[in-house]
């Protein structure tokens, strides 16, 4: 849709809990329609998710291509892991999928990059050059790696080892409530995860996304390394806005 100068797309970020799906603005990120959010149905296979993402499409009355964020490892418009969601995805082509259940083209991709592009474009990122990284820090932790600006898909850093065990196990946000930590407690784990991929990763630039970066005050200081590391500034919305972004065009 081309209003005067203003080009429009349509992004939905499929969460643990929530699907949520917005019109944006690609020239400036911002939305341009209410944020419309149904919960995540249970179980959520790929049936029950097709439905919630038909609803969300009909509840904008959107008729052009659209992009799709999913928590998993999203190759070609296919998803080839399970790690957050039902086990029943695996091998779906989440893009035939969508379009089936919508009648529209559908460009799917994991989430973290699809909140990554985001900030990239419109948010911490924007103007960055080097290699960084993006964390989103909540049920699990996702990632996206860029360098020089462009990404490289489906890194998922929150599946490395740390002392035994996932490192979303330890760090991600879920796990200072399920631990019941102090933010400084969990801060710690965030460090050492943190410390972990600037060995592997030498990044110039960390940003941390997730519900808890609109919270980062409580902990962000407490997690003192040598990289620059920076909250995400889209904070809820990055999923949809990346979503948004790799909508096919044409
Ligand atoms: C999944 C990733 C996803 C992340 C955040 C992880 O468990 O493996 O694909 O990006 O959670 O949702």
Redesign the pocket.
Known sequence: MTDGATELGLGIDIGGTGMKAAIVNLGTGELASDRFRIDTPHPATPTTIAEVVRALIDHHHWTRPFGAAL???VRQGSVT?A??IDDSWINVSSDELFSNSTGLDVCTV???DAAGLAEMRFGAGRDRHGVVILL?L?????SALFIDGKLVPNT?F??LELDGQDA?LRAAARARQRDDLSWKQWAKRVRYYLEHLEKLFSPDLFIVGGGVSRKYENWLPHVKISTEIVPAAMANNAGIVGAALVAPTG
């Not at 909540?138 to 996702?142: A, D, E, N, P, R």
């Open positions: 928590p998993a490892v892991s790690a957050n994991n989430d973290a989103t909540g049920t699990g932790i996702g998922e929150g599946h979303e």
